[in-house]
């Protein structure tokens, strides 16, 4: 089983942006510990940052059809990446979406998400740790 890591536009700075909210950790740090737990689970994760929305879009595009599922933080594209929402809602896979902090509780722009109503569900002020739960939700499909 193939599932797709999605990371938007600004996570290559984690680990030094935001510390406060975002936590302390890299992005390659988060990509090893999810690369770890797949290993356990026995998936195979194929992953991408962009800044780019178009980058992301032709990386869901191309990839999905082998792919099982998607778990994406979308960055500030969650807040309205239309075109990052058509191409993960075209591929009809469960969509786990992320986020580091709690957006519901900052800013009245980050409340909103146009990728939750095509998404399984949404993980949103857990840290690092809502990457390795979204992974084993859709590692491990309900019997
Ligand atoms: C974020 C929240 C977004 O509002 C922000 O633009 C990000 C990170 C998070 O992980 O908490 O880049 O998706």
Redesign the pocket.
């Known amino acids: 089983m193939k599932i797709l890591v999605v990371h938007?536009?600004?996570?290559n700075m984690l680990g030094s942006r935001q510390v406060a909210?975002?936590g302390d950790k890299t992005l390659n740090e988060i990509d090893s510990l999810l690369q770890k737990r797949a290993r356990e689970l026995g998936v195979e994760l194929e992953t991408l940052q962009s800044n780019h929305e178009g980058a992301l879009v032709d990386f869901i595009q191309e990839k999905s059809p082998e792919a099982a599922g998607i778990i994406i933080?979308?960055?500030?594209l969650?807040?309205y990446g239309l075109s990052l929402r058509d191409a993960l809602a075209d591929t009809s896979l469960p969509v786990i979406e992320?986020?580091?902090?709690?957006?519901h509780a900052?800013e009245e722009f980050?409340q909103q998400s146009v990728i939750a109503p095509i998404a399984r569900g949404q993980i949103?002020?857990l840290g690092w740790r809502g990457y390795i739960a979204a992974l084993e939700i859709i590692a491990t499909p309900e019997a």
Do not use: D, K
Not at 8 to 11: C, W
Not at 73 to 76: D, H, M, Y
Not at 98 to 103: G, P, R, T
């Open positions: 938007g536009p600004n996570l909210v975002y933080n979308p960055g500030a969650t807040h992320v986020h580091l902090s709690n957006i900052r980050r949103s002020g």
